[in-house]
């Protein structure tokens, strides 16, 4: 089984050296206290809690699975413990509103809490991660009695929350919504329905548990434009805040799955059940479009984490397993056989997987603090600006951080051969548990629609400048530098191909959408692979004059180029394959006759 | 015939006083009479003001002589036609009209703006000589701009007194003349007026709101902006019931226009209160600035009191036969509303018109619908849309009935033709001279041709250069054809001209491309494209063949650019030229700023030395300016002095490619240009002057960022005083200040701006 360590070390490189982050949190309202010690100390906290209490039940937590038994759904052994641990350290409102009891943290650092969670238990995570998403819309859309009302609970982590959107016959295409609420007159609705998939929907870790719930009223519109969004909790709550009386909310079922077995994923039946309007009627995906961008960052994190367990999983397996010789020449004469790390083939693996996981933390860390700048920042243009690139970013890191780390996890069992493959080391959970970050919050393909057909062109692509303008600026004043221009010569090359695929598919696109639609999916790749190599170089920049400086001890620094060389020598190539793949059309697919398949 | 060099208005009502300004646009001497003793003096003061402008120009105002009809009626001795504008009363007209027998020249024709009289009525009582001279001439409000002009002639009217009316309104007023049959509200009023009516009823009786009704019934005629109630709003609510009450007066009991006479309560209402459209304290729409905001408001028509506007949701088809054909609210509403509106102008031939293309044409010019009813009808069928009149119960016109299967317009032999009341398809009639890039279409295949611009034969060895982009927005596929055509003209052609139909010549250069290529950061890419433009500009001028410009509507930046590469320009008056791209955030590099020098240099009526010229061109170009007419555009010289101006908008192209034979002769391409440029010096001087502007709150921050990009170009830089700079040299500066402002993030806001809301933004 592989122990997880916290990285704290290169978490630190990207939030401070990289991006600055203390400094631009602090001087935003209501993070004046995120000096460096406080960030560090949760850092140090929250690796502790993930390595000593989440990541030892990730496993047994895997081989046990959820219980459902006489209509309650039971979380494996261990996890009520833990679950209390984690709420007892104050983890479930760690980026909760002080107001309602939480510790205010920003985003960008929760989401390297975040990370750490995923890496330690995914399965796990899920609870407070679906809580917290609640807790955002309640925070966003709710009247302030119901503000008053659940936050607190929810930031305690008393009670905990679920998004309830997909039904047996709909989950990407939501306007095909059927549940019903019913207008009561006296402010609340009864709300009526079958809700499928819902993560956290049922479980013993909280004694109560707050369902959003996508509904139609009677007078809805028909489709996307006539969905309304509704709080209903599993119990009622009393005139004192206390848990009360069922509510019409019962667990048909739980689902049986690939991965992430140790998070209840649950039929929903709503019978009449009280709930609450959050928002405006018939606004309800507007209402859950204004956390989508927090909530798929979250889950590109969940991709980050597993590639990262994987990845500590599988160097220390190279280190300890003998297996050949070195093709230069025998490396361990005393021993029987070299280590698995000295083969190039497992190097490739290996550097894949590390360069993935830091250029991920990288370019997350990015969005994140993009995230916080957006939401914080006094200056109009400075939240302008952040909006656009996270807008433009999000579905691009949601696909690509869980794309990239579904296959960090599957090198992971390659690596470890046989031994990955059975289930002692846990390495295939983590490919089974990964799964699920390419399917749920809008499949990866959603994604890529998302960035062709909405954020390229909104407004002739202002969204577009705000990851453009900085790259193009870095190549023009970089590319002929001396150290760096070494670095800077793939990125410019890559970046070339971004910019002729894009202009290609906003031309084609614009008469033909079925040919942007086409390659979305190889677009956001492209685009997502130069924004890694930009982190890269980036990196490469800072890493450069320490080594230089000889301020290296750890060769930590030294590290950062190497594997900044090996992503930009190695893997960002790939962007001239997609780039053909891209320019050639959808014609090859579009003209296949559908009988044929 | 009787020649037209003069010409009298009587009356100067904001009809009298705009048809007396048209006149005297088109450089023609005017009379202008008021009862009022200085009425027309008045009218014509405040028509200096008006926006949109009456005049083109402030020299035209001075052809317009002021007088009243007590002490000035001996001015009117001399003029050849004499319009009278005065109040709808007969005795007044009547009175008028014996008084004019005593001084008026003979031969002089007379004619009555009249909308609601009947023509037998104003004669009556005159003498013989009187009636002959005399006709109806029904102008649109307002006169300059409405190209609609409806003529009645009585029995005994002469027909060259007609004919000399005609003529000079089509070329010197720049109308298009519909003969009408002096029926009430002639055409264009007597069925607009009908669908209006129609529209407003129903709305009250199938309950809609206006913004319901609207989106509706001003889609399918191409105005989807404003729709009835708008219309009703800038025509004035009060006026309504007013033409309507004149026009049921005179009609049969049987008119089905009788059928939509209804006392409406809330319309009563708001005009009594004072609401009576933009020119009162609204209409059915408003602007509320109540508390220092704006919002926009519409009258509900079931509450009767105003409400924020809501944009009507309706998801209508776009094929008119499905929007009429749907079983719901709208469906129902549409068809009740433009079915018998479009069984109404059926009616209307013969009745008052002679055939269905005067309705068509007086509905089109004169309600800017996009298509003329029967147009519409060939949209739905003739027999569709009887059948269904009569299984709603509905009377059948004789006109749509034996019409059958057959469509009213067909194209016979590659030319249009229209179905006469004789079942007979008649070539569709073009007045003589007019010649239409539309008809040449239809009877010939394009030389050249891609996505944005084709390239015409156009007879006589001469070929016409078309944009076809969206807005004719100028793109690179414009520049790679004309590239192209330059070649092609070159061999097979004697000239070439710039022309194309749509409602304006160019809006400029394709911003949204622009803008979405540097949101990229594609530099090279937008550097590559300002070269293409100037290289391709260039060629233009010094082609071997002479080259005419002949625009009509806007015709801005890199539009308004390759008209100052033209050997000529032959302009409809109603051309707005401007070089618009300091406004948003750029200077105009498709060598504009190097052919402004030029001209101003060559004036020759500035004081000596370069910067007289310079600060002109920096004047000009640094504000934005644009020309509200053709001949301001010769004041500001985007025009030259030898370039021509066309009034009627259907001879444009037949003018200009007469300008472009005539230059064949002899030609040669113009020498290369040389300017001497002040340099640094003159740099400062401009800059100095956007400074002081800035300061006194006239420029805003970014106005000076691009003030001072112009100035540079505008100065040549670091040019010094003893050496002229050329062509190429000029050129590389107009680039090298537009990639500087190309890449400024507040020049990016403007652009984002103007192509998202239409505004400039001022930042």
Request: proline share 5%.
């Amino acid at each position: 089984m592989p122990s997880y360590k916290a990285p704290l070390r290169d978490m630190r490189f990207v939030f401070y050296e990289l991006f600055k982050g203390d400094d631009l949190l602090v001087k935003l309202p209501g993070y004046e206290e995120m000096t460096p010690d406080l960030i560090d100390a949760i850092l140090e906290e929250a690796g502790k809690v993930c390595e000593e209490v989440l990541a030892p039940l990730n496993r047994p937590g895997d081989e046990e699975g959820c219980r459902f038994e006489n209509g309650a759904v039971y979380t494996p052994s261990g996890f009520k413990e833990a679950y209390n641990l984690f709420r007892d350290g104050g983890w479930t409102g760690i980026a909760c509103d002080p107001a309602y009891g939480g510790q205010g943290l920003p985003k960008a650092v929760n989401s390297l809490v975040e990370e750490m969670i995923c890496s330690a238990n995914l399965s796990f995570g899920m609870y407070p991660g679906l809580s917290h998403g609640a807790y955002l819309a309640i925070e966003a859309h709710g009247a302030s009695e119901l503000k008053e009302r659940y936050l607190p609970k929810l930031a305690e982590g008393l009670w905990s929350g679920t998004m309830c959107l997909t039904e047996p016959h709909c989950g990407t295409d939501l306007g095909l919504v059927r549940s019903k609420a019913v207008p009561q007159g006296d402010g609340s609705y009864k709300i009526t329905g079958t809700k499928i998939f819902i993560s956290a929907g049922d479980h013993d870790l909280t004694d109560n548990i707050i369902h959003l719930v996508l509904a139609r009223l009677p007078d809805a519109p028909k489709g996307i434009k006539g969905i309304s969004l509704f709080l209903v909790p599993k119990f009622k709550v009393t005139e004192a805040g206390q848990v009360g009386a069922a509510n019409g909310v019962s667990c048909g079922s739980i689902e049986h799955k690939m991965g992430i077995k140790a998070s209840s994923t649950c039929v929903i039946n709503f019978d009449e059940a009280e709930g609450y309007l959050l928002g405006q009627a018939h606004r309800g995906m507007r209402a859950m479009f204004t956390m989508m961008n927090g909530a798929r960052l979250g889950v590109a994190i969940q991709g980050l984490g597993i590639a990262e367990a994987s990845y500590q999983g599988a160097v220390g397996y190279a280190r300890d397993r003998l297996q050949g010789r070195s093709l230069a020449g025998v490396k361990c004469p005393d021993k029987p056989a070299d280590p698995l790390i000295v083969h190039p083939d497992v190097r490739r693996m290996l550097l894949t997987m590390r360069s993935t996981v830091e250029g991920c933390r990288a370019l997350g860390a990015w969005v994140g603090l993009q995230l916080d700048l957006q939401h914080r920042s006094p200056d109009p243009q400075i939240r302008q600006d952040a909006e656009d690139l996270v807008a433009l970013l999000t579905p691009v890191i949601k696909a690509l951080f869980t794309d990239l780390g579904f296959d960090a996890a599957n090198l992971g069992v390659q690596i470890f051969g046989g031994h990955g493959f059975i289930r002692e080391h846990g390495m295939e959970q983590l490919v089974r548990d990964a799964r699920i970050t390419q399917i749920y919050e809008g499949t990866n393909g959603i994604q890529a629609l998302d960035l062709v057909g909405r954020k390229m062109g909104a407004h002739a692509g202002r969204s577009l400048r705000q990851f453009f303008h900085p790259v193009a600026n870095l190549i023009e004043s970089k590319l002929d530098d001396a150290a760096l221009g070494a670095y800077v010569q793939p990125l410019a090359k890559a970046f070339v191909r971004l910019q002729q695929a894009t202009a290609q598919i906003a031309r084609v696109g614009m008469a033909k959408p079925e040919e942007a639609a086409a390659a979305a999916s190889d677009y956001l790749r492209l685009m997502g692979l130069v924004a890694l190599a930009y982190m890269w170089v980036r990196m490469a920049e800072l890493a450069l004059p320490k080594v230089a400086e000889k301020q290296d001890s750890e060769g930590f620094y030294q590290a950062k180029l190497n594997t900044a060389r090996f992503f930009l020598d190695r893997v960002l190539p790939q962007t001239a394959g997609l780039f053909q793949a891209i320019m050639a059309g959808g014609g090859s697919m579009m003209a296949f006759d559908e009988a044929a398949f | 015939m009787t020649a037209i060099n003069k010409v009298a208005v009587i009356g100067a009502g904001v009809m009298g006083a705009g048809i007396a300004a048209q006149v005297a646009n088109a450089g023609i001497p005017v009379v202008l009479l008021d009862v009022v003793p200085d009425g027309a003096a008045r009218a014509v003061e405040k028509m200096l003001k008006a926006e949109p402008a009456a005049f083109m120009s402030r020299a035209a105002a001075r052809l317009v002589t002021t007088g009243n009809t007590a002490a000035d009626f001996e001015l009117l001795a001399d003029c050849d036609w004499i319009i009278e504008a005065v109040i709808e009363r007969l005795d007044v007209k009547l009175e008028l009209y014996a008084r004019l027998e005593a001084v008026r020249k003979p031969g002089s024709v007379v004619s009555s703006n009249t909308s609601t009289i009947p023509l037998a009525k104003l004669t009556e009582g005159l003498p013989a000589s009187f009636a002959a001279d005399f006709c109806i001439t029904h102008f649109f409000n307002p006169p300059r701009y409405m190209r609609l002009l409806e003529v009645v002639k009585g029995p005994t009217t002469r027909a060259s007194a007609i004919e000399a009316v005609a003529r000079f309104s089509d070329s010197c007023l720049g109308k298009s003349i519909v003969p009408c049959k002096d029926r009430p509200g002639f055409i264009a009023n007597r069925l607009g007026v009908f669908w209006i009516q129609c529209a407003v009823v129903e709305a009250f009786d199938q309950g809609l709101e206006v913004e319901e009704a609207d989106a509706i019934v001003g889609r399918p005629m191409g105005i989807p902006k404003t729709g009835v109630f708008g219309l009703i709003d800038l025509v004035g609510l009060d006026l309504m019931p007013h033409v309507m009450g004149s026009m049921v007066g005179l009609l049969p009991d049987s008119d089905p226009l009788q059928s939509c006479r209804r006392e409406l309560p809330l319309i009563s209402k708001m005009i009594a209160d004072g609401y009576t459209g933009r020119k009162g304290k609204g209409g059915f729409y408003r602007l509320n600035r109540a508390g220092g905001g704006k919002v926009k408001e519409a009258m509900s028509l079931k509450t009767g009191d105003y409400r924020p506007e809501v944009k009507a949701e309706l998801d209508l088809p776009k094929d008119l036969k499905a929007l009429l054909s749907r079983d719901d609210r709208a469906g129902r509403y549409a068809w009740t509303v433009l079915a018998r509106t479009l069984a109404y102008a059926a009616a209307l031939v013969p009745e008052a018109a002679d055939d269905i293309t005067a309705v068509d044409e007086a509905m089109r010019l004169g309600y800017n619908w996009k298509w003329g009813p029967f147009e519409l009808i060939d949209k739905l069928g003739a027999d569709w849309l009887a059948e269904r009149l009569a299984a709603d119960g509905l009377a059948v016109p004789d006109l749509l009935a034996r019409a059958g299967k057959q469509s009213f317009y067909r194209i016979i032999d590659e030319r249009p033709h229209y179905l006469g009341t004789d079942m007979a398809y008649h070539p569709v009639r073009r007045p003589d001279g007019v010649l239409l890039l539309s008809d040449i279409k239809l009877r010939s295949q394009p030389i050249l041709k891609n996505g944005s611009a084709a390239l015409w034969d156009i007879g006589d060895g001469v070929a016409c250069f078309e944009f076809t982009s969206k807005m004719n927005a100028v793109d690179p596929d414009i520049l790679g054809l004309l590239g192209k055509s330059l070649k092609t003209v070159a061999k097979q052609f004697k000239a070439l001209v710039i022309y194309n139909e749509g409602s304006n010549f160019s809006a400029g250069a394709n911003l949204g491309l622009a803008l979405f290529a540097a949101n990229i950061a594609a530099w090279t890419e937008i550097e590559q494209m300002v070269a293409l433009g100037q290289e391709t500009y260039k060629a233009l001028k010094y082609a071997p063949f002479p080259v005419v410009g002949a625009p009509s509507g806007l015709a801005l930046g890199g539009g308004c650019e390759i008209l100052l590469h033209c050997d000529a320009v032959q302009a409809h008056a109603e051309t707005y030229v401007g070089l618009v791209e300091c406004g948003v955030g750029l200077v105009p590099a498709w060598g504009g700023c190097k052919e402004m020098l030029q001209r101003w240099s060559n004036l020759g009526r500035l004081p000596k030395g370069p910067m007289p010229a310079v600060a002109k061109v920096f004047e000009t170009i640094s504000t934005a300016t644009v020309a509200k007419s053709a001949a301001e555009a010769k004041e500001l010289l985007f025009l030259r002095p030898s370039d021509a101006v066309t009034m009627n908008r259907s001879r444009l192209l037949a003018d200009a490619k007469a300008k472009a034979l005539a230059l064949v002769a002899d030609y040669a391409p113009p020498t290369p240009l040389e300017l001497t440029l002040p340099g640094p010096a003159g740099g400062v001087g401009l800059t100095m002057a956007a400074e002081g502007f800035h300061r006194r709150g006239l420029a805003t921050k970014h106005d000076l960022v691009v003030s001072a990009a112009l100035a540079q170009v505008l100065s040549g830089d670091d040019a010094d005083l003893t050496k002229s700079l050329d062509e190429d040299a000029l050129l590389s500066l107009e680039r090298k200040a537009f990639m500087k402002l190309a890449r400024h993030p507040a020049t990016l806001a403007r652009i984002e701006s103007i192509l998202e809301t239409g505004k400039p933004l001022r930042n």
